[in-house]
């Protein structure tokens, strides 16, 4: 089941304006799903997540673009960093709008590469988890929401009256399209293993995390501090790391 996503209309938008664009955002966010549902036959798919087509981005870029060549949705694309100075010389040669369409996390050796080998090239927009319009049917009629002073009045006042009861429900059960769409999945199972690849994944690469039960005590703390002022010494305290630790996890 697809659910109409509100940034629909301004990746449109900003594909016909870039020859590249990024979608980033967590892991399990629909970031797949959104774009193959945008591109439907028009363009070609390939994951870096299956090991021999990693295999041959990283060892030989040049030819992964020969057998993969634009248009095309390449996912993951933080596997293989070694493509974007290949991908900005087809962009130049080319000289055309939508040519790649990438995912990624918003790792930050990625957005490194990004920003030094595709400058004034690509487009790079945010996918966060489904939002209660979203869930509601709504994605296509609603706006991106900016936090302003008018937008925050407008948004409140088109919310009075909607039951409680109904965006406690949401927040519990979280925004991951997988799980938040699915009716009797185990709630404790899905977070359990979504913390657990992330974990063993993500993390493992991105902070040098040597201690994963280290880690995951520092995450529990960090979470139980959402909306609160950043106090890195209490912080480190509880999840009984050293505060340098806790500033370089955090940062």
Do not use: C
């Not at 509601?136 to 409140?156: D, V």
Request: charge should be positive; aromatic fraction near 10%; hydrophobic fraction near 40%.
């Amino acid at each position: 089941m697809y659910v109409t996503r509100t940034l629909e209309g301004f990746f449109r938008k900003a594909s016909s304006q870039f020859p590249v664009m990024l979608v980033v955002g967590a892991r399990q966010v629909g970031k797949t799903t959104f774009l193959r549902h945008l591109s439907k036959a028009k363009r070609s798919y390939v994951t870096l997540d299956d090991p021999l087509v990693l295999n041959l981005a990283r060892r030989d870029p040049s030819l992964f673009l020969q057998r993969f060549p634009p248009p095309v949705l390449i996912d993951e694309i933080q596997y293989a960093p070694e493509l974007f100075p290949h991908i900005k010389m087809e962009v130049d040669r080319r000289r055309e709008t939508g040519l790649f369409w990438l995912t990624g996390s918003q790792q930050f050796h990625m957005m490194k590469g990004v920003s030094e080998s595709l400058a004034g090239r690509v487009g790079i927009v945010q996918l966060l988890g489904l939002s209660r319009r979203e869930l509601l049917g709504q994605g296509r009629s609603s706006r991106p929401f900016l936090p302003t002073p008018a937008g925050i009045g407008k948004r409140a006042e088109a919310e009075r009256g909607a039951p409680l009861g109904d965006l406690y429900r949401i927040i519990w059960r979280g925004a991951f399209p997988a799980f938040a769409l699915s009716r009797g999945a185990d709630r404790d199972l899905f977070y359990g293993s979504y913390v657990q690849t992330y974990l063993q994944r993500d993390v493992r690469d991105l902070a040098r995390v040597g201690d994963e039960m280290s880690f995951l005590r520092f995450l529990r703390a960090a979470a139980a501090r959402t909306g609160q002022l950043l106090n890195m010494t209490d912080l480190a305290r509880d999840a009984d790391v050293a505060p340098n630790t806790a500033k370089s996890w955090i940062s």
